[in-house]
């Protein structure tokens, strides 16, 4: 069976520091890979897409970056965190199946003091 | 322009009772709308999903029904426990063969005991 895994589940970083966050998928070959980012009391917004290895498409232009270095690993990345950077972030993945269907990961609260 | 619309932020139903969660969307590319269950501080998880090309779909105590002319969705749950608790998102997908899921704010459903 299939699972992902998110790290770290809480962080807490000050403004201006760098981030990474790190989410690996087990269990299937070549899946499409996302980053979301939930904002307090807000719905999933997109940031990254990714669907093969050093292919990312940027969904919201900010400080933030993605990276796919291996077929199941996907890395989201900043040089320095804003305060607005704060949030839940959320992996994903899917397969090419035709409902689109997408399996998140647990998660990663990040706060930006 | 958000194509994915939650318009009740927030529901309130007896346990036992039928909960019925609406999502309205403007694009009718869309292939298939989803369903997700997100509890605090974890990812979401998929619970139901329905073709554009059908009206109703069945699982359990969720059923989803679409209206195409009305580019409505809604989501039923009978009967209601309170472990259904949660924030409910709905998603859409397929738009012009794209895999992404656009998805809705959300709506938190509290069922009381």
């Known amino acids: 069976s299939q699972t992902i895994h998110q790290w770290p589940a809480t962080l807490v970083q000050p403004v201006g520091s760098p981030l990474s966050l790190e989410c690996t998928v087990e269990?299937?070959?070549?899946?499409?890979l996302y980053w979301y980012r939930q904002a307090a009391g807000r719905g999933l917004q997109l940031l990254f897409y990714?669907?093969?290895?050093?292919?990312i498409s940027s969904e919201v232009p900010q400080n933030l970056s993605a990276s796919r270095p291996q077929d199941r690993q996907f890395i989201l990345s900043s040089k320095k965190l804003l305060l607005s950077d704060s949030g839940f972030y959320l992996c994903?993945?899917?397969?090419?199946?035709?409902?689109?269907?997408?399996?998140f990961g647990p998660g990663t609260r990040l706060t930006v003091t | 322009d958000q194509q994915v619309k939650q318009n009740s932020p927030s529901l309130s139903v007896q346990e036992g009772r039928i909960s019925i969660l609406n999502c309205d969307y403007t694009n009718s590319m869309f292939d298939y709308f989803l369903w997700y269950k997100k509890y605090p501080a974890e990812g979401p998880t998929f619970l139901i999903s329905i073709s554009s090309i059908k009206d109703k779909n069945e699982d359990g105590r969720f059923t989803v029904f679409l209206n195409k002319s009305a580019k409505h969705l809604s989501l039923h749950i009978v009967p209601s426990q309170p472990g259904d608790s949660a924030v409910y998102f709905c998603?859409?997908?397929?738009?012009?063969?794209?895999?992404?899921?656009?998805f809705g704010k959300g709506t938190k459903l509290s069922v009381i005991p």
């Open positions: 269990g299937t070959s070549n899946p499409n």
């Open positions: 994903a993945w899917s397969i090419l199946s035709g409902s689109g269907e997408q399996y």
């Open positions: 990714s669907v093969g290895i050093g292919q």
């Open positions: 998603a859409a997908s397929g738009e012009a063969g794209s895999y992404q899921l656009t």
